[in-house]
């Protein structure tokens, strides 16, 4: 059979990016991912889960869709020649003679199943080998350096919110404060997502590792007492007291738009200390205050990234 089979190159297919897809080998996970050949590092190193970090060499990552093609491709060419070679024996009957039988081979080679790469939600750089790589969800370990990708992606949506600042700054002024109201909503989900992520991935350094694959962040006062008591990360390292009590009441402010109809209640005169007088009002966003929230994110997530081994 070797030599009817002879070598077989397969190319496979890639998407229209030229991403090929990936399917992590660990029976737990399972889960499919992309990557584009040719960046990242430029040797023979493992593939990296980015779901669940399990490492194994790259022919352990295809794809079901890409067993069953490369299957298919052999039987195609296997199955090609025996039919070519059962074509030799037809034979038509001989119209001369009294009693005489023909032979005719129908059929078709095993046909090749053709597949196409999926869609995914998040494509990813690497900062730090430059691997292009595409994931569900959004954080992930690169698949070649291992690198955890949460910082980046929280100073990329960061950078996002700036860019949705910067059409406020244009715009009327209605339009203007729902951009900033929704720019600073989103500066504080993309900072909670981010801490969630971190924290939950390394559990394992934490004191109490199933509290900390629970911890929140969107009370950001709460959620800097239970890092420094389950990792020890002072997250507000060189803030102010001014400065830390300005990033609180972002946050504060945050709640009220997302559970009062950013109407002052009596908890977050409390928490932020502002004048009573205010109670019942609507509560108010500057552009700046967002602008300055964003720059402290980065500088928190930083300190949380670094004291956790990641940057």
Not at 136 to 163: E, K, T
Not at 275 to 301: M, Y
Request: charged share 20%.
């Amino acid at each position: 059979m070797d030599e009817i089979i002879g070598e077989m190159e397969i190319t496979f297919p890639t998407d229209e990016d030229g991403y090929t897809g990936r399917q992590c080998p660990h029976g737990d996970c399972g889960r499919y991912f992309k990557v584009l050949f040719g960046t990242g590092i430029q040797a023979d190193v493992p593939c990296i889960c980015p779901y669940c970090g399990h490492e194994a060499p790259h022919d352990e990552f295809f794809t079901n869709e890409q067993i069953e093609y490369v299957n298919s491709m052999a039987l195609n060419k296997v199955s090609g020649w025996l039919f070519g070679e059962l074509k030799k024996l037809e034979m038509k009957p001989d119209p001369r003679a009294m009693f005489s039988i023909g032979v005719t081979v129908e059929g078709s080679p095993v046909p090749i199943s053709y597949y196409s790469e999926k869609d995914l939600e998040q494509t990813v750089t690497c900062e730090k080998c430059d691997l292009h790589y595409a994931i569900y969800g959004a954080f992930g370990y690169c698949p070649d350096c291992g690198v955890h990708n949460s910082l980046q992606i929280l100073n990329a949506s960061l950078a996002a919110v700036q860019r949705l600042l910067a059409l406020a700054t244009d715009a009327e002024s209605d339009v203007a404060k729902i951009l900033t109201e929704n720019a600073l909503a989103d500066a504080v989900a993309s900072f909670d997502g981010f801490g969630r992520e971190i924290a939950s991935g390394h559990a394992a350094q934490a004191s109490d590792p199933r509290a900390a694959e629970g911890l929140s962040f969107q009370n950001l006062e709460s959620a800097r007492a239970k890092v420094e008591l389950l990792f020890g990360i002072r997250i507000n390292d060189g803030f102010s007291d001014a400065e830390w009590a300005a990033v609180i009441k972002a946050f504060q402010k945050r709640h009220l738009l997302a559970h009062k109809m950013g109407v002052l209640d009596q908890r977050y005169l409390d928490v932020t200390g502002e004048n009573g007088s205010f109670l019942g009002r609507r509560v108010q966003v500057a552009q700046e205050e967002v602008e300055s929230l964003c720059a402290a994110l980065a500088r928190i997530g930083g300190t949380l990234a670094s004291g956790l081994g990641v940057a």
